[in-house]
């Protein structure tokens, strides 16, 4: 796609960030090879519900590399549907739900208006990646539940737009990105609490939901963190 020089740069950013991350000694624990797959991979695929909190990793760019690994961990070991038993009857149904919440720290296309930059240039490639990964996942029957609390953010990322979307009070500073119709975009801006407006893009059907107040008493922040285990 580009000249030697560009593409000596390029190799030269990612190099250089790669160096920098393997200096982690959390990274290196997580991408080490194992003999097994982590036990909360195994859980997950067996339908329970599993927690992943990655707010206590303060760069970006690490919090983004890990969830490229994971996902790619996802890609790879999780069975394209047609390789399944046909007799069950579950292709092209659901198989798997990944909520990715905050999906702007991790998702956002490269920002640098500088095509040269050594940052957009790295940036760039593993936007790349991402879009491959990502379009894989309807073939496996994992679906992305894609969250941010700024829903203008959602137009800002990697992949493509979701046919439905799932809109709670918001100002007319995004609103107006899901809508044109002045009356809509008012209705979105005066929302009740857990009350939302559905957008389905397939047919272009709009309707309010409420949604109920789930609490999991279960739940451990503290034991959500040890991913690598």
């Keep these: 796609?580009?000249?030697?020089?560009?593409?000596?740069?390029?190799?030269?950013?990612?190099?250089?960030?790669?160096?920098?991350?393997?200096?982690?000694?959390?990274?290196?624990?997580?991408?080490r090879l194992?003999?097994?797959?982590p036990s909360w991979f195994r859980e997950w695929k067996?339908?329970?519900?599993?927690f992943i909190d990655l707010t206590?990793?303060?760069?970006?760019?690490?919090?983004?590399?890990?969830?490229?690994?994971?996902?790619?961990?996802?890609?790879?070991?999780?069975p394209e549907l047609d390789e399944l038993d046909f007799n069950k009857k579950i292709l092209g149904n659901l198989q798997y739900v990944i909520m990715l919440d905050e999906i702007?720290?991790?998702?956002?296309?490269?920002?640098s208006p500088i095509y040269s930059d050594d940052e957009?240039?790295?940036?760039y490639y593993v936007n790349e990646k991402w879009e491959n990964i990502l379009g894989v996942f309807r073939s496996r029957g994992v679906s992305l539940l894609?969250?941010?609390?700024?829903?203008?953010?959602?137009?800002?990322?990697?992949?493509?737009l979701p046919s439905i979307q799932i809109v709670f009070r918001t100002a007319h500073s995004c609103n107006h990105l899901f809508t044109k119709i002045i009356e809509e975009?008012?209705?979105?801006?005066?929302?009740?609490?857990?009350?939302?407006?559905?957008?389905?893009?397939?047919?272009?059907?709009?309707y309010e939901i409420f949604t109920p107040d789930f609490y999991y008493p279960d739940f451990n922040t503290s034991r959500a963190k040890y991913i690598n285990k």
């Design 1 to 31: 796609k580009y000249d030697d020089e560009i593409n000596q740069r390029t190799r030269s950013a990612i190099e250089n960030r790669v160096i920098r991350l393997l200096n982690s000694p959390v990274l290196n624990k997580i991408v």
């Design 34 to 37: 194992r003999k097994e797959l």
């Design 46 to 50: 067996n339908g329970k519900d599993v």
């Design 56 to 78: 206590g990793c303060k760069s970006a760019v690490k919090k983004r590399l890990l969830l490229l690994l994971i996902f790619q961990m996802i890609s790879i070991f999780t």
């Design 104 to 111: 702007g720290d991790f998702l956002a296309e490269a920002s």
């Design 120 to 123: 957009h240039l790295a940036k």
């Design 146 to 160: 894609s969250a941010d609390n700024k829903p203008s953010r959602l137009f800002e990322s990697v992949h493509s």
């Design 185 to 206: 975009q008012e209705f979105l801006k005066g929302l009740e609490h857990r009350r939302a407006i559905v957008i389905d893009g397939v047919n272009g059907y709009k």
